[in-house]
């Protein structure tokens, strides 16, 4: 059956685990550096670790892990990984430092009684520390998924 058989697939659970880990782990930090629980930041888009890193790269390692460092899967699934990689720090990062100036304007106009007030989704790119964080992250986990079924 379809469902048993994604169930079944090895590269997406530990990826799918990757990301649950880097989520929950952006709720944990949000919290010690706060002290308010926000659970908004476990479906959140940006910060520490990336989650989308940590799901590519914990996907492109299995994939590596099981069909071979010289597979065209590999190849493929690593390509991909880096173009997300690429993604997060860069076009999403812009975008979030556009949105932080764009709301600051809106702040000042809003303040002088000329524009009604919108607020931008700021936090939606990552610094390349927490794009970093999230390959090791995807890393760790598929080489620890490797190893407990080896």
């Known amino acids: 059956m379809f469902i048993i058989e994604i169930l079944n697939n090895w590269s997406l ?28 930041r476990f479906v959140g888009a ?7 890193t940590a799901f590519m790269m914990a996907l492109s390692t299995s994939v590596g892990l099981t069909e071979g460092w010289g597979s065209n899967m590999y190849a493929i699934a690593l390509a991909i990984t880096l173009v997300v990689m690429y993604d997060a720090t860069g076009v999403r990062r812009a975008t979030g430092k556009q949105a932080k100036l764009i709301n600051e304007l809106v702040d ?22 927490e794009v970093i964080a ?11 998924f490797f190893s407990i079924s080896s």
């Open 13 to 40: 659970m530990v990826a799918l685990t990757a990301w649950l880990v880097a989520q929950s782990l952006k709720v944990l930090l949000e919290y010690l550096t706060s002290q308010r629980l926000s659970l908004v």
């Open 134 to 144: 999230g390959a090791l992250l995807g890393i760790g986990i598929s080489l620890l």
């Open 46 to 52: 940006g910060g520490m670790p990336s989650s989308h």
């Open 108 to 129: 000042e106009i809003f303040y002088q009684g000329e524009l009604k007030q919108e607020k931008l989704k700021e936090l939606i790119g990552h610094t390349p520390f």
